[in-house]
């Protein structure tokens, strides 16, 4: 494989993108027919002209193999990671995936939402592997069946968690095989000489307590007397949303959507040490960090040089008198837990692995955090149904020329006008047409779409505020739906309702509602393969754990009140069109008169942006979904329809109204 990829860039130094192309100098037939028969990607065969955004990646792998063979390395593992190496060595730019390159074959592991994303992305010196699949062996799982025994895999590892590492590491060894640490190989061959960004450093500011509703001293001696319950003496904060959680700071700058900062804390009955970049820790954060009467409490800071974090750790452990079993975490919901570097550093008899007690105690919001979230959405909603009442006109009634891009730049601009915005909590999903059946799609120049009349737009997109983070999905059509449109539409809305609709003792599983949501697609036949549903932040991550509402989840978490979580079901009809409808709900004690069997919990809705009418089959609709639709509708009016009269917008109080309107008792029962 090495000898026929160099053939083809030897051939082609004027222009390397004529190799994304099938070309049978450098991939031979049977390779081209294992992918077909493997239904691996598409787009490769010999007359197949290739989607105008897949990158090719001919070099880059070569260069990756040439510094795998001085390492006598036949494996290397590429996880995804925050400075888009996966991105570069692939291709493939996702939320979601990791990659093993051997010295022959390029695979790729991703989940459904990115399946249609990967097939057009990669080229064709990649196998995709669709995670979740029948006959998809796991990454470990395939390395232990493809290499032959004594042969090498290798990967970094600060970029693995250490759960991830040990269970690999495990898998190769029962096969004779094994994993070893190795520098990172991508950083030696993707350099700033060659167009790789410089890392942009994040300005680190206090959140302040009319936001957090708790100090920092508080969440210390929480956290600590969990350390007790969990019999151990100390914890190591490697999450940089728990990190940001914990000491009450956020991240700010241009170079993320989630406000993080470069980060590590190690926190034990009578110590607590924070490692930030020195450039940015300022008087401010210093006083913020060790206020007056501190001491008294254990809950004084010490802050050091990330750059130093490794060293002063490993000494911190050899100074140690007494042996101090140390919490290391492990994998969660959307975390990878602590890596495998940190592990490492921790001797044997001192650690334990296990899921961190931050989870839980972040995503139960405090009322501060409830009411700050609560009033960020209200903000939110009014920028969405302002931006979506202007795009209606404009496309609808007055024939304007509008793009994903462009659609996406304009939402972003009406969220930064709001009170307290920060910027966007992911990049908007703006997907029109054939591409909103790409699950997670980003519009690019060269997927660009106009947006007319003549199929759906889904948008799913969200901000970052002072006091919350937002993120809603809801799809439009400007002009005439088809009915297969709007059964789909009315399918996936129902589901969105009855989720919202539960009722269930406090803590059930959050694995257990999803086929509330599910149910009416799966009566046709249908599914969407993402989760339903996933917990969200105040001012921290759009995604956070551990609620994530799904049917098929090794570790399912219980759903208690202060918790918000997003209810998102959707339909993807490859090549034609998607549907998603993403509302945020918050998790509230039901008011019950006896506790026979214990507390109860329902769902309110947070997102108050109304639905779209003319994809809904109202006679479809049973009673309590028509209750429960005039109930929101109701709720918006109240909410948001007042601050647009007030502020004298007209428009898009119209556009509201319009769809708002009393629904009437259904045909159904």
Not at 209 to 217: D, H, I, L, Q, R
Not at 492 to 514: F, Q, W, Y
Not at 601 to 616: C, G, H, Y
């Amino acid at each position: 494989m090495i000898s026929r990829i160099l053939l083809c860039l030897l051939t082609t130094l004027e222009s390397v993108s004529s190799c994304a192309l099938y070309d049978g100098n450098y991939v031979d037939s049977s390779y081209v027919d294992s992918r077909f028969d493997r239904d691996i990607t598409t787009n490769c065969g010999p007359n197949d002209v290739p989607p105008v955004n897949r990158v090719n990646t001919s070099l880059n792998l070569y260069q990756l193999r040439q510094e795998m063979i001085k390492l006598d390395i036949s494996a290397y593992i590429i996880p995804l990671d925050e400075e888009n190496r996966l991105a570069w060595i692939s291709g493939f730019t996702s939320s979601s995936g990791s990659a093993v390159v051997t010295l022959d074959e390029a695979r790729l592991w991703t989940d459904g939402r990115y399946f249609l994303q990967a097939s057009n992305q990669l080229d064709c010196n990649w196998f995709l592997m669709r995670m979740g699949q029948d006959g998809v062996p796991s990454i470990d799982d395939w390395i232990a069946q493809t290499l032959n025994k004594s042969q090498v895999t290798g990967a970094d590892p600060q970029l693995v968690g250490a759960g991830d590492w040990l269970e690999w590491m495990e898998t190769l060894a029962d096969q004779g095989l094994e994993l070893v640490i190795t520098e990172n190989l991508i950083d030696k061959i993707w350099t700033e000489e060659n167009g790789r960004p410089p890392v942009q450093p994040r300005k680190i500011v206090v959140h302040d307590m009319k936001y957090a509703g708790e100090n920092v001293s508080s969440k210390m001696q929480r956290l600590r007397e969990k350390f007790s319950e969990m019999k151990v003496a100390g914890m190591l904060v490697t999450e940089l949303d728990e990190v940001a959680w914990l000491f009450n700071l956020r991240g700010e700058g241009e170079a993320s959507t989630s406000p993080f900062f470069e980060s590590m804390a190690l926190l034990t009955m009578d110590e607590a040490i924070l490692w930030l970049k020195s450039s940015e820790v300022t008087e401010d954060i210093l006083g913020h960090l060790n206020p007056s009467g501190c001491q008294s409490s254990n809950s004084c800071v010490k802050v050091n040089d990330i750059k130093d974090s490794i060293e002063q750790l490993e000494d911190w452990f050899q100074s140690q008198v007494v042996d101090k079993t140390v919490l290391v975490t492990s994998p969660s919901s959307y975390l990878t837990g602590a890596n495998y570097a940190i592990y490492n550093i921790v001797p044997s008899t001192l650690r334990k692995l296990e899921e961190s007690p931050i989870l839980l105690m972040k995503s139960t919001k405090n009322e501060v955090e409830n009411e700050g979230m609560m009033a960020a959405h209200v903000r939110d909603a009014v920028a969405l149904c302002d931006w979506a009442a202007f795009m209606e006109n404009e496309i609808q009634e007055l024939g304007n020329r509008w793009t994903e891009i462009s659609a996406a730049k304009l939402l972003k601009e009406y969220r930064m006008k709001q009170q307290d915005n920060k910027g966007l909590s992911f990049e908007t999903i703006a997907a029109f047409g054939s591409n909103g059946a790409v699950i997670h799609y980003r519009p690019e120049n060269s997927t660009d779409k106009a947006i007319d009349r003549s199929s759906l737009f889904l948008v799913d997109s969200g901000g970052q505020y002072l006091d919350g983070t937002t993120d809603v999905t809801r799809t439009f059509h400007y002009g005439k739906p088809t009915q297969e449109e709007k059964d789909r539409y009315t399918e996936v809305l129902r589901g969105a309702i009855n989720l919202a609709l539960v009722k269930a003792p406090e803590g059930t599983l959050d694995t257990s509602v999803d086929l509330a949501t599910r149910q009416f697609l799966y009566n046709q036949g249908l599914e969407y393969r993402h989760g339903t549903g996933h917990g969200i932040g105040s001012y921290l991550a759009v995604h956070e754990g551990p609620t994530r509402i799904a049917m098929k989840r090794d570790k399912p978490a219980g759903l208690l009140p202060g918790m918000f979580f997003s209810d998102e079901p959707g339909f993807y009809k490859d090549g034609y069109f998607g549907i998603r409808l993403e509302t945020i709900l918050k998790v509230v004690p039901m008011d019950l008169d006896k506790e026979d069997f214990g507390p109860f919990i329902a769902f309110e809705p947070v997102t108050l942006v109304p639905f779209e009418p003319k994809l809904i089959n109202f006679n479809e609709l049973t009673r309590e979904e028509v209750d429960w639709l005039n109930n929101y509708n109701s709720l918006i009016n109240i909410r948001i329809t007042t601050i647009l009269e007030e502020a004298g917008n007209s428009r898009a109080v119209d556009w509201i109204k319009s769809r708002t309107q009393f629904i009437e008792n259904p045909r159904r029962i």
